[in-house]
């Protein structure tokens, strides 16, 4: 099966994590990717991850210095689809290299650009770096006050009130920022660079023209803060303010009987506490929180409570062997799975009969497991086309192709440009939950596409609490009773209208409703339907999913949390995490690609990825042997200061944190003579000021990681006139500022829509719009098979079915 990109030729110039991750996934679906180096090397060619990130490309070795391979380098874009650069602002143009003048000779060229700090700043872009200046390394536990108050300029509410065990938290047991293990700033900005070379493949399909592709680490660090870098006027609306984003609440880890740790999200006291009260477990579906009038709420006074059962759950927990708890969850149908090593992933039987982990034969490792195909289309199942190939490898064979191509000519370009977003004229359906699914349709609504959203009936609770926010901007809101037959008929003529259909549900849901994809494409074939789950195809397919639990499996809060160390090292779930986000990311690329293919055959298909596939892209920097052993890499300081002496964090005296980024040989030879062996005492006997000068003299990649950063971000006029960040009143909490567009497309710009979505806004234009009177419609609110915001006249008011 030829995969989606068949034919696709890509030239891969970027170094570091972003750009050659943006590549690979190109490749695994079918594209010709030709990987680029220069002769004196790649400055990060000893990354392990490069075993992963440059799989299935050729590699050649050309020199722009020289006018002959210069030569044959623009021979090669004249007949590429896309490049990817990573080099620092202005390098490309010295060379002449730039989007500007490569588009004179292949106007269809789609030229994807990744920098540290965006196209005018030329910063050392390393990724901790932006970590740190970003502020996202305070992010990663969050503030004792929590997100919102801490955007706001507010104090702990509840300072005093408990007393916060260190154990039941996340964290080091130390103040000041975390650097963990994940690659946050970069992964951010490998979903965004490769979202945007979708979209811009599609909109060729419809313009004839390329277009220049913009993401930086910053932009990638925005997308991972999108959920505790929100700002509104009015936190203290109800229902918009939670515990979850904050310090001070545990977050569901438990150790077991063991010593394996677990994590329950949210964690439910009835299941664990009748579940584990004999000598023996005892889990049914009735314990599950669906039907458990206890559970904890979501608003900001329920850490109160949390910080009381936190030891009375941890007691519980202890009873059992992690094993026996996991399937209990399952039988229970509760949210709970263990925190592993990235190695026990990779060799995990379910993940690797799904293929979204997969072995592959180094020439100098042998065989070893690593991430494998992470989103699927029915016509494109996807292939790792080979390891990585050695430096020049290929030189000889790629000179030889570029030496038979014609000279390069300029080239007039179709004048086809519209100004508006990739997919407009793209009518979506949204039927997704929570995270997820929703966050992955807010980004084709960042294209330009209309999305509507169908919403419950009582869905208003989860709509006002400010993580909802973070995925619902620019949708219109249906809001529709399907256990009722007209609510049902209603949705079906809504669908019939739409190119695409996305959700989270888990599949049963779906058939029980009709809504699956087998019910729904013979009577709609140009139909694009993505489904998104938690977890891999198997028996774990259907089990309730998230961010945390995705991440327990794929070794994201193992590596982060540095268990391997053991001592207190606990398990960490990062606030900024790109597993739900991740995912949906991961849904917006494979609807891309399946609507570039319908522009080719006038036929719909099947999309699916998982939460625990972005999860395993989070963790694909290692890999590990077939029968579960380790290949040798960095690990973590268990203080979470980063690695070793020459890429952490280290603390000044005045209490400023600095991050240093001492890559090359020569950066540490400096470090030294500045520093001596016992660099922190050097760092604590100086000042932060004082400390980033002699850095910068010495020629050291540093910054200060910043704890005011995130209150200075919507202040940033440049981020808002790029729209990398958004602002907007809304009707419940005022003024609100998010982040905004974390890739630019140069032609088929971005779409900044409505502010998230009211339940029922639309639902009555809706209806009107597929044909319903208003005396029907009115007959169908008064049946309660819809909700209208406002509302209409004798509409009944809708109670919470959870009784939050």
């Keep these: 099966m030829a995969g989606v990109l068949d034919g696709i030729k890509v030239l891969d110039l970027s170094w570091g994590i972003a750009g050659p991750m943006t590549g690979m996934l190109l490749a695994d679906h079918g594209a010709d990717v030709t990987r680029i180096e220069r002769p004196e090397g790649d400055p990060f060619a000893g990354m392990l991850g490069y075993k992963v990130w440059h799989r299935g490309k050729k590699n050649a070795v050309l020199d722009f210095r020289t006018v002959i391979d210069l030569g044959l380098f623009k021979k090669l874009v004249a007949d590429a689809d896309v490049l990817i650069e990573s080099m620092r602002p202005g390098k490309m143009k010295e060379f002449g290299l730039d989007f500007e003048q490569l588009t004179k000779i292949n106007p269809k060229l789609i030229y994807c650009s990744i920098t540290g700090y965006g196209d005018d700043d030329d910063r050392p872009g390393y990724d901790a770096l932006v970590a740190a200046t970003s502020g996202l390394q305070f992010e990663q536990r969050g503030w004792a006050e929590g ?35 994940s690659k946050w700033p970069s992964m951010g900005a490998f979903f965004s660079a490769l979202t945007g070379i979708s979209a811009a493949l ?177 016509n494109s199942q996807g292939a790792i086309q080979g390891p990585t190939r050695p430096s020049g490898a290929d030189t000889e064979e790629v000179k030889a192709y570029a030496d038979g191509l014609p000279e390069p000519t300029v080239q007039s370009a179709p004048s086809s440009i519209t100004g508006k977003g990739p997919l407009d004229g793209i009518r979506v359906l949204d039927l997704g939950l929570a995270i997820a699914g929703p966050f992955g349709c807010q980004l084709l609504a960042d294209m330009g596409a209309e999305v509507i959203k169908m919403n419950t009936l009582w869905d208003s609770y989860w709509h006002r609490c400010h993580i909802a926010y973070m995925a619902n901007r620019g949708k219109k809101s249906f809001a529709v009773m399907l256990k009722n037959p007209k609510g049902m008929e209603a949705l079906k003529k809504v669908i019939a209208t739409c190119d695409v ?166 950066h540490k030879a400096a470090l030294d003579k500045l520093a001596g062996d016992d660099k922190i005492a050097y760092f604590k006997a100086g000042t932060g000021d004082g400390s980033i000068k002699a850095l910068a003299k010495a020629g050291i990649p540093a910054a200060i990681s910043d704890p005011e950063a995130s209150r200075k971000l919507y202040e940033n006029k440049d981020y808002k006139a790029k729209n990398w960040t958004a602002e907007y009143h809304h009707p419940y909490v005022g003024k609100l500022e998010q982040i905004g567009l974390t890739y630019n497309l140069s032609d088929t710009p971005g779409v900044i829509g409505s502010t998230p979505l009211i339940v029922g806004d639309y639902t009555k234009a809706i209806l009107e719009e597929v044909g319903y009177s208003e005396d029907e419609i009115l007959a169908m609110a008064h049946e309660t098979a819809i909700l209208c915001d406002p509302p209409l006249p004798g509409q009944k008011e809708m109670e919470n079915p959870w009784g939050l």
Excluded at 154 to 162: K, M, S, T, Y
Excluded at 272 to 288: F, M, Q, R, V, Y
């Design 202 to 378: 599609f909109a060729r399909e419809r313009t004839g023209r390329g277009q220049k592709v913009s993401t930086s680490l910053q932009q990638g660090a925005m997308a991972c803060g999108s959920g505790v870098w929100q700002r509104a006027e009015d936190i203290d609306a109800q229902g918009f303010n939670t515990w979850i984003m904050g310090s001070s609440s545990p977050k569901g880890h438990f150790k077991c009987a063991d010593g394996k740790w677990l994590h329950n999200w949210v964690p439910n006291p009835r299941f664990i506490l009748e579940a584990s009260k004999g000598d023996t477990l005892d889990a049914s579906p009735d314990l599950s929180v669906q039907n458990d009038p206890d559970r904890f709420g979501i608003g900001p006074e329920e850490l109160l409570v949390m910080a009381h059962y936190q030891p009375i759950l941890a007691d519980a927990l202890k009873k059992f062997n992690c094993d026996d708890w996991v399937k209990a969850a399952a039988d229970g149908n509760m949210t709970m799975q263990p925190c592993r090593s990235i190695e026990e992933s990779l060799t995990d039987p379910l993940l690797i009969a799904d293929n979204c982990v997969t072995t592959v034969e180094d020439p100098e490792l042998g065989p070893i497991n690593q991430v494998g195909i992470t989103y699927r289309l029915t």
């Design 501 to 666: 259909v996305q959700h989270n549900m888990r599949y049963p849901a779906t058939e029980r409703l009709g809504l699956d994809y087998a019910s729904l494409k013979e009577e709609f074939p140009h139909l694009i339907y993505c489904h998104s789950r938690g977890f891999e195809e198997g028996p774990r397919k259907n089990l309730p999913g998230n961010d945390q639990t995705g991440a327990c499996l794929a070794g994201v809060q193992h590596e982060d949390g540095a268990l391997y160390a053991g001592g207190d090292t606990h398990p960490m779930w990062s606030l900024t995490s790109l597993g739900d986000t991740g995912n949906g990311f991961l849904t917006a690329v494979g609807i891309c690609n399946a609507l570039m293919e319908r522009e080719r055959t006038g036929k719909g298909q099947f999309v699916d990825t998982s939460i625990v596939n972005a999860a395993l892209l989070n963790t694909s920097y290692a890999v590990a042997k077939p029968d579960g052993s380790g290949v040798e890499r960095e690990r973590l300081n268990p203080d979470q200061t980063g690695y070793g002496d020459y890429y952490r964090l280290y603390e000044c005296g005045d209490g400023v944190w600095i991050q240093l980024a001492a890559i090359t040989a020569e």
């Design 147 to 181: 997100a919102l108050n801490h955007m706001a300029g507010r104090e702990d509410p509840f300072a005093g009130a408990v007393e916060i065990d260190p154990n039941h938290v996340q964290g080091a047991n130390r103040e000041g920022p975390l650097h963990v293990a």
